[in-house]
């Protein structure tokens, strides 16, 4: 059984960071292209960040040069380290690991920007 289990979310002033971690199990996490998403209140669920199996990143424009996106396969984790928040960072956050049709969903995590 596959899962992915985000841990990290929280609330956090704006300016303020948190570091997203999302665990995998089931899978040869290695072998993966990982992803953050964030999903906003009736918004749809949109690409924050990837990074692919030989590390290579990819940013949305709206959190480059604050969000670092970053994985370590013998701990079958991706990371998503935010600084500098802002309140349109607040959303629900999504793990996302794919290798060609197989793809796996993390529950989410909640990130909350408010002073």
């Known amino acids: 059984q596959v899962q992915l289990v985000e841990s990290g979310g929280g609330l956090v002033q704006p300016g303020g960071s948190l570091r997203l971690s999302c665990t995998a199990s089931g899978i040869t996490f290695s072998m993966y292209t990982a992803a953050w998403y964030r999903q906003a209140p009736g918004k749809q669920r949109d690409m924050v960040a990837t990074?692919?199996?030989?590390?290579?990143?990819d940013y949305d424009e709206s959190v480059k040069g604050r969000f670092t996106i970053s994985r370590d396969n013998a701990k079958n984790t991706v990371y998503l380290q935010m600084n500098n928040l802002k309140p349109e960072d607040m959303a629900v956050y999504y793990c996302?690991?794919?290798?060609?049709?197989?793809?796996?969903w993390g529950q989410g995590t909640q990130v909350t920007v408010s002073s």
């Open positions: 996302r690991t794919s290798r060609g049709i197989l793809t796996y």
């Open positions: 990074i692919s199996i030989r590390g290579s990143t």
